[in-house]
């Protein structure tokens, strides 16, 4: 969990060269007390990828990754 300011990003990358095949990649915000937010990932699927989500929306979050692959992502201020 983490606190995001108003104005943050969401810097991703996903790679599947190690599963073998494509794979999916996504993730969705929650609240501190478990309450879907708007902040939604994009629904990747292939064999990789990178990107930059931005929010206006801040508060205590944490994020749910869903992928089979390796990846790694990272909130930062705008």
Known sequence: MFTA???WDVEWTYDCSAYGSEGNFH???YTSGGG???????N???PGGSGTE???DGGSIYLEI???C???IKAVTA
């Open 36 to 42: 879907i937010t708007d902040i939604a990932g994009p």
């Open 44 to 46: 990747q699927l292939g």
């Open 66 to 68: 869903n992928s089979e």
């Open 5 to 7: 300011p108003q104005n």
């Open 70 to 72: 390796s990846w790694s």
């Open 27 to 29: 993730f969705i915000g």
């Open 54 to 56: 931005y929010y206006h």
